[in-house]
Every structure is written in C-alpha cells, then in structure tokens.
C-alpha cells in the first residue's frame, strides 16, 4: 500500500502517468537484461577462470610452447688409468612426415628447380645408406597404415655426418630428432665384461646391468614459448627441469693389458680348436683385477656380431667347472697350514690307491709306487699322492679351508648373475667326493675363484676381496660405493710361504716347464687338466686345460690364471702354458717388475 | 550532568555545521580561474603526452632491442650446438683410433713388431736376463682376434699416400723402414 502511495504520489507529482509507466517498464526491462547479461558474462567467467581454468592455460601454453627433453648423459665406464671402454654419444634419428612427402620447389644457381619425391628419397638414400626405393617404401608403408600418417623413420641412430647432409638436402618433409647412444670405442677390449644396452637403452648384461645404479642419468625438460619464425618469445616464462648425468664407474682394469691379453688367449684358442677360453689377470696384493679376457671376444658395439648368445657375457665370471689339478696347491696349502704335513714328509704314491673307505683314485698314467715329498706331488701332479696328504686332515677341515679360500662362494666384485660353483656341504659328500675334492673334482670353482687361491698364497697367506669396480665417480670427483679392500688371513705366512716354494718347483719341474719359462723371473705356477662335464650329469671327451701361477714368487705381484675349455687340437697344458708365458711376460714387462735377484730354493721331491 | 554536556555539544556542532557551509557556498560564486592559468595546464597535458610518448617509443625500442637480442641468442645457440656436435664428433673420432686395435693396426702397418721375448741387463752384475732374440712378432703381428666395429672401414696411416699423411701433419713416415705388405706370419706357441 505504502509503495502504491507514493508511486501515486510521484505519478501526480509529474503529472504524466502513461510516460511514467512505460518509462518504468523500461527501466526495469533493462535492469533484468542487463543482469541476465552480466549473468551470462559472470557464468562464462567462472567457467572460464575457475572450472576450466587448468586445462584453457594448458591449451594456450600448448599452443605457444614448446617442450623438449633436455638429455641427461650416462655415466662412462673407464679403465684404472681413465681410458673410456664405454662413452655416450649423441646419435640421430631421421624421420619424415608421409602424408606431407610432395614434391617441392628448391632453387639452385637462382632458379627455382621442381623436386620430386623420387629424387628426393634416392637424395637422402644416398647418404643414409638405403635406395630410394625403399624409402618410397617406407612412405607408401606409413600412408597404407593411416592414410594421415605424419611420422615415420628413414634412418636410425646415424651420426653428425650423415645429419648434416641431409639437412643440406632442405627438405621440407624431413626432420631430426636427438638419441643418446652408447659407444665403446674399444671395442671387444672388456666387452665381454662391458655388457651393452638394448636398442632403446636398456642395460642388458655386464657391469652396464651391474652398475646401472651408478650410471644411471635422469633426462630433464625444458619449455618455453615460442614465435612462428621458432625463435624463442623474449622473457617467456622458462620451465625447466635439470637433466642429471649419471656417474662413471672406475674399473681395476687396463685396457691395453686387457687387449694383450684377450689378443693372446684369441690366438692360442684358435689354434688349439677350444670350444671358450679366459684369462685372469690380478694385482697379487691387493686383489684388483688388472684385466679379464673372455675368447670368444664380443663387441658391444656389435653385439649381434657374436652369435652364441652364450658368448656375449665373461664367462670368466659366470662359468664354473671342475678346476682340476691347479686346484691341489689349496689342499697342499691346508696341510702345510694345519701342521699336520711339512715339506718333507714323504708319502708312498702308487698308480691306484683304494682308501678304506671304499674310494678308487687312479693318477692319469701308470706308474710303479714312487716315494713323494708334496713337492714331487706337485710336480708329478699325482692324485694319489695329493691323496695320501689331502686325508691327514678331516672332511670338516679340508671343507672350512675351502670356504676361507671363498670356494662356493660368488667373488666380491658384484658382477651380474656371477657364478659361485658347487661345494656340497661335508654331509653331502660321498665316499669318492671325499677325495676327489682333494685334486679339484666334485666341485666347481669360476677362473677367479682360482685365481683368488693362488692370490691368497701368493700374498702370504691372505686373501683379498676380488675387485673389479673401484668405485662411481660422482660429478663433483668423490668416490662412492668403494667395496671394501680388507683382507682376511686364511694360511700363517709359513705355510703360503712353503706353499708358494713347492709352486716354484712344481714351475721350474713340470713336464711343461720349457712351455712356460719366463727368463730372469721366479715364478710359481701350476697346471691344471679336468674332464668336462657333458651337461647330463656324466663326463663329455673334452677337457678344461688351465694354468694358474704367479709372479715374481720372491715378491708375488700378479697372478695369472689361463683356462682354456675342450681344445681338441691339443687336450692338454701344453695348450694353456705358452698363453701363461706371454701373458705373464707381458705383465713383468708393463709393470716393469724388477727381475729376481736370489735363485729359488731347492726342494726335495722324493725321500 | 552528562544530559548538560550533551546538548551543549550538539549546538556547538550545529553552528560549526552551518558556518562552512555558508562559506563554501561563497566560494562557489567566484569568478573562473584567470586565463594566465590556461596555459600551465596545456603545458602540463603536453608535458604528460610526451612523456607518455616517450615512454612508448622507449619501450618499442627497448621490445625490438630485446626481440633482435632474442634472434642473436637464437643463432648463436643454434652454432653453439652445432660446434658442440662437431668437438663431439671429432673427439669421439680421437677416441677411436686410439683403441689399442687401431694403435696395433697402424703400428704394424709403419712395420713396428711386437716382442713378446723380454731380456733384462741387471746393473749389478751385468747379467743378462733371458735369451736375447730378435722379436718374431708375437701374436700382435696376428690379424685383430679382438674386433672393434667402429674401425670398420678406417685406413690406416701407412696405406695414405705420403703427401697426405705427411700434409695431415699426421706422422712423417719418410724414414720408416718400408716394409713389404703382409708381414710374415707369426709363429704362436
């Protein structure tokens, strides 16, 4: 009522009651569209900057910017001395779009010359490589799948070079993108050691899958806005993450010893017909391995170049077999240790010996009953006779000594799927086991699991932990992940010592000593011929050669461990002995050991 | 006593009220400013359009200063990774030959052989170690049983013609002994 009132009131007031009315409906027509206006923009306006706010800014900086991935550089792997066995590279990938491949106008010499696609694709075959025709191929391929494609290969992986002249091509439907590769410009040099990585970078075997964590890079991105011409918007807001470079793993290896060594053993394996060979190169006193020669050699930049798949890893960590006689300088080692036998203490070997506990042991030819010291064991590398000295001691103490040793157990190095061999434990053994494990049968050792052994005697009687890996070396140059160095003493310094004194007989003695002589040097070495298994649990015709030693025996540095698998041209050490003579020749020489003063002591080998 | 101070105050504020008020009612009724204040003001709008238009054309200036700057950061990036592929390429090149197949290849190849006979003269007595022979080139002298895939395809030096080797600065091979191809083929033991 009261409004009516005073609505009247103004109404007469103004005397013009039809305009009034109008000119209120009007009034307040327009307040509604304007608020239904102002609604529709207010709608539109929390839609736009509040319900689909992230994804519109998403949208526009899509449309502006450009995302790349900034690359982070895997860890190299480099020998003791810095040598890179493996880098990373920076490699290329061609590509085209199809739907886009048209022929095109270029100008040479001023004119404007058409282009077909068939020219163009014998162009860039022509330095990728391929025919023309099969790149038509790949276009025809590409717009057979998906009528649009817009992206397909022309050439992977391809360096600067082979970039470079096709971007001189300019041709408008090609492009490039970055992808990091792997290098190893040693080539086969530790490749079996080396490992490789799959096509799209995936680490599969060696120390790039065992140290992966240390190499490892994380790849980074970087966005930021720019105009048509590509060029980046001036104070465009730059969103980058940093690439993060893996670290480089620092091996014990030389590389130049390594290719020696694996050139050497090549050749001998080849000569010979063995089936695989490796060769074992290690710092006598600190257990560093100065080089590991795998034959068949891989290439890790060729990896399909070396068939066998079995071939492509180092069996020199992951194959274990019967190490045969090489093995009996741990026995003799365990008795002098023990005390229960010195270095003249005979024994009586005949040609088969029958323990009591039913056991049958032959030596490998006959002979009458011969009157042994160890030394002329060794010498003779008689079975009997390591028998008669492996059962002074029990089954328990020959099997802890062996365990000291680290036989049956995986070396320290953390190589990838490295192999422990066999040791049953005491209660396992059968009566023949029994003595059997005394000359290194009934159980299987790697090749540095016997170059461990002649590690431990040769530095007076403790074992170091076998290492490959010095440690990751972070980008600011600390060392990371460094194994533990400490040694553990397994033989007194007397018995090693003695030990080491009957090797150096068993160098200058055995039937193969003119095979292995190292002028100038005391050497201690020992030979080693076991029966391979036929992998159905009996024994195959072919037999595992080695020969395990080390040098200088007045100051033992290096060991050497030679193996040698199924060499049908020459079945016995005589294969092994020449490889242990060059290869340790070699290492005396590199190193630039000094020369033996003092002759070597003279040992009886009979009583 | 509170009541008397009230309305004391009130009449005070009625009077202070209606005296301003009156007075700016006055002041409504004075003449316009006089002109000699005109032409400051015409000054000051001239004053404040330039300086707007100054600052326009200095940000314009300053936008294309940055923009070129933008285009030279752009190519000098652009030849920076372009120098920076081609150090890579050419270090990586380095690495390469200097592989021990490529140094042994290069090596036999200027006529070098290996010897794996050492034969040490030791000072104190003058003994000599070992029996001096004249080095058969040990398997070295071998074809390559360790492969390298990324030397498929080099040369090596001794198989450049001279001028070439000696222009590269490479090595001067004028006095290395000639040594027919194919060395003979070593015995191994």
Redesign the interface.
Known sequence: MSVRNSSARKAGARNNPTNSRSSRRRTFFTVVVLFAVIGVFLVRLVDIQVVQADSLTADSVGNRSVGQVVYGSRGEIVDANGVVLAGTVMRYNITMSPVNATPFKRTVDGKKVEVSVADAAAEIGAVTGQTGDAILLTISTALEANAEANFAYIAQKVDVGVLRAVQELHIPWTYSENSPSRVYPNGAVAGNMLGYLSGDGVPQAGLESGQDACLASTNGSETYEKGADGVRIPGSSVTSTAAVDGGDVVTTIDSDLNWFVQQTLAARAQETGAAWATAVVQDAKTGKLLAVADYPSVDPNNVGGTENPEDRGSRAFTQSFEPGSTFKALTAASVLDAGVATLDTGVVSPYRYLPSNGANINDSHSHPDQNMTMTGVLIDSSNTGMSKFGEMLTDQQRYDYMKAFGVGTATETGFPREDGGILHPVDEWDNQTSYATMFGQGLTTTALQVSSIYQTIANDGVRMPVQLVEGCRQADGTMTNVPDATGTRVLSESAANDTSNVLEMVYQKSWVSSKWNIPGYRVAAKTGTAQMPDGKGGYSNGYLVSVSGFAPADDPQYVVSVSIADPVKLNTSAAPAPVFQEIMSQVLKKYRAVPSGATAPDLPSTW | MSDNLARVSIGIDREAFDTPARERRGFRLVAPAPSRRARPRIFYALTAVAGVAAIIVAQLLL?VG??Q???E??SLQSSQSELG??A??VS?DL??V????SL?ANAEGLGMVSN?????L?L?DGAV???PASASG???G?A????????TGSTLLAQLPEDVASTKGAVTITSAPVVPAGLAAPT??
């Open positions: 936008s940055i923009s700057g933008a285009y950061i752009s592929r081609t890579a390429s990586e690495v390469r200097s592989s021990p197949q042994a794996s006979n050492p034969v040490y030791r104190s170690l070992g029996a040990s398997q070295a071998a390559s049983l360790v492969p390298n895939a990324l030397l191994t033991r």
